[in-house]
């Protein structure tokens, strides 16, 4: 089946420094969605690329979807400590919602 | 609008007990999903419906029974609660389009324990 990986599990950041989160699936997708979960809280969506080398932008966040659409990355500048939480990819096979979802990239912020 | 609301926040289980997590969502969205979601692991599908009277298996059915009688509800049976799941279970609901954002709206979650 569908498998969709992420790197790193785990990502330390000093405060104002920029980092990036990869995501690669194992079959081409038809969209890719980003999702953001603060500690103890529930997946919020943040972003959703459907387009071949996509790449859109949100104040401090920028998202891309690859040429070949089987990968996606997350790059967040000068890092807060409102950034802290997991960041995941989901994606879809097929037009519609079935979403399969990465293992998450757990952002900590060191002040 | 309340969204998704799911119910109970928290709950214990013993082995072999069966319950039912309740989903309601008021943004009259067709599709509803249930993950569950273990440490390192992810969210993991494990039913899902694109609407009243259709419902599908995801990566992860086993041991749970889904049903989808209105728009609006769509509840989660464990059969025989097992140790192995314990977990975090979310409800999600979304339009269900084939072109366009599908954002996915997710409850806050109920935390099950099963002893």
């Known amino acids: 089946g569908q498998q969709v990986m992420q790197i790193p599990q785990y990502q330390h950041v000093q405060e104002g420094e920029d980092f990036t989160t990869y995501c690669n699936s194992s079959?081409?997708?038809?969209?890719i969605q980003w999702y953001k979960q603060r500690p103890g809280g529930h997946p919020v969506f943040l972003i959703q690329?459907?387009?071949?080398?996509e790449v859109k932008k949100q104040k401090r966040l920028t998202f891309q979807f690859g040429e070949a659409k089987k990968n996606s990355s997350l790059h967040i500048t000068a890092t807060q400590t409102t950034d802290v939480g997991t960041y995941f990819c989901a994606g879809s096979r097929a037009a519609g919602n079935k979403l399969t979802f990465g293992g998450g990239t757990r952002v900590l912020v060191k002040p | 609008n309340a969204g998704v609301t799911q119910t109970p926040k928290f709950q214990v289980l013993k082995t072999g007990q069966s319950m039912t997590l309740q989903c309601a969502q008021d943004?009259?969205?067709?599709?509803m999903s249930w993950y569950r979601q273990d440490p390192g692991m992810g969210l993991r599908l494990i039913h899902y419906s694109v609407g009243a009277g259709i419902t599908d298996q995801g990566e992860v059915p086993n041991g749970y029974n889904v049903s989808r009688s209105t728009t609006e509800d769509f509840p989660l049976r464990l059969l025989s609660a097992a140790p192995s799941q314990t977990s975090v279970y979310f409800c999600?609901?979304?339009?269900?389009?084939?072109?366009?954002?599908?954002?996915?709206?997710f409850g806050q979650g109920t935390r099950l324990t099963v002893v």
């Open positions: 943004m009259n969205h067709e599709y």
């Open positions: 079959t081409t997708l038809s969209n």
């Open positions: 999600a609901s979304s339009y269900f389009r084939v072109r366009g954002d599908t954002e996915a709206f």
């Open positions: 690329l459907v387009k071949s080398g």
